[in-house]
């Protein structure tokens, strides 16, 4: 059964680095029939796509962020990352990591999702 | 890359359908069959319950169903039940693998 979990600190200051993991089990990462990345949704707000990473190499980023993102991956681990540098309080949200396929561009998979406050 | 336009909140009685419109782009809904409708009850994980536009997940219920006319993707719900009371996303492809989602609307079950 496949499972997605994010872990990482709770709480950011502003214009730091906001870092998460996802460890994933019950499948690969290096599946090339899958994409694998980040979803985030502020408090009260909606869903918004973060970024995206290939087993190839090849990553993806909302343009929006695109200038503050970094999804790296570890396969020895089956785990992905998200990096996201200079953060503001409009990056508190609850980020979620998720599956997607390549055929369909559907998100099949879903974290249980991480809340990561930017606070002094 | 603008988020898909969708109502803040629909609303409807047991046993009525309801439909929830989700607008975009000739760059993104208009241009792709790849839409996907994802419902989120509170402090859940959203849930896969419609792709490609019309396609159900195994196990999701007969009554989700999904179209697209031009650029603006329906979600419709029939037999509308209590249990179907929770926040819903529109999510497109929009070209060179990258997704746009839409605000989301709250369906309340009066």
């Known amino acids: 059964q496949l499972q997605l979990q994010e872990s990482g600190p709770g709480l950011v200051k502003p214009s730091e680095t906001l870092s998460l993991t996802c460890t994933v089990s019950?499948?690969?990462?290096?599946?090339?029939?899958?994409?694998w990345g980040w979803i985030r949704q502020p408090p009260g707000k909606g869903l918004e796509w973060i970024g995206t990473?290939?087993?190839?190499?090849?990553?993806y980023y909302n343009p929006s962020l695109k200038s503050r993102v970094t999804i790296s991956v570890d396969t020895s681990k089956n785990q992905f990352s998200l990096r996201l540098t200079s953060v503001t309080a409009a990056d508190t949200a609850l980020y979620y990591c998720?599956?997607?396929?390549?055929?369909?561009?559907?998100?099949?998979?879903w974290g249980q999702g991480t809340l990561v406050t930017v606070s002094s | 890359q603008s988020a898909l336009t969708q109502p803040a909140s629909v609303s409807g009685s047991p046993g009525q359908s309801i439909t929830i419109s989700c607008t975009g782009t000739?760059?993104?809904?208009?241009?792709?069959?790849?839409v996907s409708w994802y419902q989120q009850h509170p402090s859940e994980a959203p849930k896969l319950m419609i792709y490609?536009?019309?396609k159900r997940p195994s196990g999701v219920s007969n009554r989700f169903s999904g179209s697209k006319s031009g650029n603006t993707a329906s979600l419709i719900i029939s037999g509308l039940q209590a249990e179907d009371e929770a926040d819903y996303y529109c999510?497109?492809?929009?070209?060179?693998?990258?997704?746009?989602f839409g605000g989301g609307t709250k369906l309340t079950v009066l």
């Open positions: 998720a599956r997607r396929t390549i055929a369909g561009h559907r998100l099949d998979h």
């Open positions: 019950g499948d690969s990462i290096s599946s090339s029939s899958y994409y």
């Open positions: 990473f290939y087993y190839s190499g090849s990553t």
């Open positions: 000739s760059s993104d809904v208009g241009n792709y069959d790849l």
């Open positions: 490609e536009g019309s």
């Open positions: 999510c497109s492809y929009a070209g060179s693998s990258t997704l746009v």
